[in-house]
Antibody, heavy 117, light 110 residues
Framework: EVQLVESGGDLVQPGESLRLSCAASGFTFSNYWMSWVRQAPGKGLEWVAKIKEDGSKKYYVDSVRGRFTISRDNANNLLYLQMNSLRAEDSALYYC??????????WGQGTLVTVSS | QSALTQPASVSGSPGQSITISCTGTSSDVGGYNYVSWYQQHPGKAPKVMIYAVSNRPSGISDRFSGSKSGNTASLTISGLQAEDEADYYCTSYTSSGSYVFGTGTKVTVL
């Protein structure tokens, strides 16, 4: 059974940094692109970033490019999202998603990031 | 990248059919057959219902079907059931290699 478990969400002040993690199990992690998707409270889904199987290619939504970095550790089946210069508008539930055949076929339960002074 | 346009809400009675539209541009929906649809119940993670415009993952009821014409994709739910009441989001691959989600549609079963 595929499992994706996010962690690292917290309450932080504007301008601070945070690193999210996603522990994957139940599939061969190194064979799949992975992605982060976020959802602000009461709002819709927003794709954030994706990373190739070997980490060699990364794509970002315009609003986070230059501030967020997606990475992965295939030896330990971990996906990361390093978030710097956080803004209030980055407050959201962040989902880790497995990406297969151009869709997000498995999702974690999310980790909550709140950016507020 | 602007969000794909979906109706805010759609409703129907049990047993009826409803259709949710998802309108984009030639740089996303119209340019690729990589539209997928997600169902999200309150407090739960999204779940894929349709991928690659019209393909159903294993275990998804055949009451759910997808299609596309030009820059607009559609999700049809036939034989509407109480458990179908949820939020639905479309998403599409884009020409920049990124993804864009739709604005979301709340489905209400009357």
């Amino acid at each position: 059974e595929v499992q994706l478990v996010e962690s690292g969400g917290d309450l932080v002040q504007p301008g601070e940094s945070l690193r999210l993690s996603c522990a994957a199990s139940g599939f061969t992690f190194s064979n799949y692109w992975m992605s982060w998707v976020r959802q602000a409270p009461g709002k819709g889904l927003e794709w954030v970033a994706k990373i190739k199987e070997d980490g060699s290619k990364k794509y970002y939504v315009d609003s986070v490019r230059g501030r967020f970095t997606i990475s992965r550790d295939n030896a330990n089946n971990l996906l990361y999202l390093q978030m710097n210069s956080l803004r209030a508008e980055d407050s959201a539930l962040y989902y880790c998603a497995k990406y297969d055949s151009y869709h997000f076929d498995q999702w974690g339960q999310g980790t909550l990031v709140t950016v507020s002074s | 990248q602007s969000a794909l346009t979906q109706p805010a809400s759609v409703s129907g009675s049990p047993g009826q059919s409803i259709t949710i539209s998802c309108t984009g541009t030639s740089s996303d929906v119209g340019g690729y057959n990589y539209v997928s649809w997600y169902q999200q119940h309150p407090g739960k993670a999204p779940k894929v219902m349709i991928y690659a415009v019209s393909n159903r993952p294993s275990g998804i009821s055949d009451r759910f079907s997808g299609s596309k014409s030009g820059n607009t994709a559609s999700l049809t739910i036939s034989g509407l059931q109480a458990e179908d009441e949820a939020d639905y989001y479309c998403t599409s691959y884009t020409s920049s290699g990124s993804y864009v989600f739709g604005t979301g549609t709340k489905v209400t079963v009357l």
